[in-house]
């Protein structure tokens, strides 16, 4: 273990000093050879060593400077295509400064404004016959008439492993390979904007366990319900939607499933459109939902941690999911409140409630403590007052358990020092035996007198944690969320 630890660290090191002589050589125009700071005697050292040594301290570089490397000596013409990792972002500047960018323009061909000739040229001439992982991020400067399927057919020809394609061009989505739908070896896909999801038959994805689809198209409603159903493995898969994808009835059934992302906020109102989870090994679940349609979740899984953001109408079984969960992160709306009434919290550990003026959260919350036996941390963030509705607080007749024997951290974010706002704080405090902390960060938008007026209020009610400390966001930088 520590030999690998100090490889890493002496790799990175090296590929530092290489980048260093890099940039000694384009000061140096090329006149003279640049020395490596540890040469002894003038032997470069560094250039001595085993070509697949090289290669493992070229992938600590970015890849501009990993194909840059071929300007050393002879002894590196070919060492960097070998690298089996590549990066390709989006070049946004309008012309490359500096003399290592000009020698790229005349190996490459000049570009001012995308990186798809550079990525085209290199790629045909790396020779790994393994790519590891190939990374494109490509944005309207591209062209419309390039290629960029073959890049893709180029990393699955060569038993791709990790695969990251963002096409953001002005463009219609284009299709991917076939061949794609058929890798063997490819492990986590990442597919982003103008992508046609269209899955041929037979597909078979065997080693993906990481798939992330997000703001692509479909071909047809069960493009993805067929993409799904060809990864026997996948364990973490990451969705995003958006208004022209073609899909309304969303089906997720992955029986591997253990981590679920899915967003919709920018999917519009779609009040017909239905959200299917039947995953019945998933332990973690991401959802931010605002289109108004259904969600339904089959099985019972039983989550470890959510996070539920949804203006939709979860079902009955989507709610007794949430009973074993241990880190919850909820957006309090009307179809939320349900989850603090009627679920038993029993092994909830980490509470972060998010608050909007869209309804009167205090009975809710109060609830969610009740139910909520052996809670420790409570995280509240109110993210908008703008309308300003009223609150009503009527003291619970019981102290919830979480308060009087479990609760070590309470913060709140943007508290705006309303009177109910108050006494939620004051109850709290003089209820929590166990507080350890207290932070509060005071609504932005108050002016600092303001904000001086209510730190002394909250500074002056009585805490029956003695040992307790209360903190505000300007005494130790920023809330820790």
Known sequence: MWRELLLVAWSVQVAYEVSKLLEQRSRRLMKKRAKICWDVGGEDRISALPDDLLVHILMFLPTKKVVATMILSKRWRFIWTMVPQLFYKEINHVTRKGFLGGLLDRLFGKQKRSVWRFLDESLQAHKAPILEKLVIELGPQCPIDVDVGKWIANAVERRVRVLSFELMWSAMPIRLPKSVYTCHTLYHLYLFDKILVDVPSPACLPSLQYLSIYSVVYKDEDSHVRLLSSCPNLKVLVVGRHHQDNVTNFIIKVPTLECLFYDSVELGALPNGSLVIDSPRIKRIFIRDYSGGSCSIENEPRFDKALIYVCCYPDN??????????????????????????????????????????????????????????????LIHKVTDKHLLPLSWNQPSSVPGCLSSHLEIFEWKEYGGRSEEKEVVRYIFANSKCLKRAGIAMKSTRNPKDKKKMMVELESMSRVSTSSQLLFSTQFGRMDY
């Open 317 to 378: 079984k989507f709610m007794r999911s949430l009973s074993s969960i241990i880190c919850l992160e909820l957006l309090l709306e009307v179809p939320t409140v349900a989850c603090c009434n009627s679920i038993n919290f029993s092994r909830l550990l980490e509470c972060r409630i998010i608050l909007q003026d869209v309804l009167d959260w205090l009975e809710p919350l109060m609830l969610l403590l009740q139910n909520s036996s052996i809670l420790k941390v409570l």
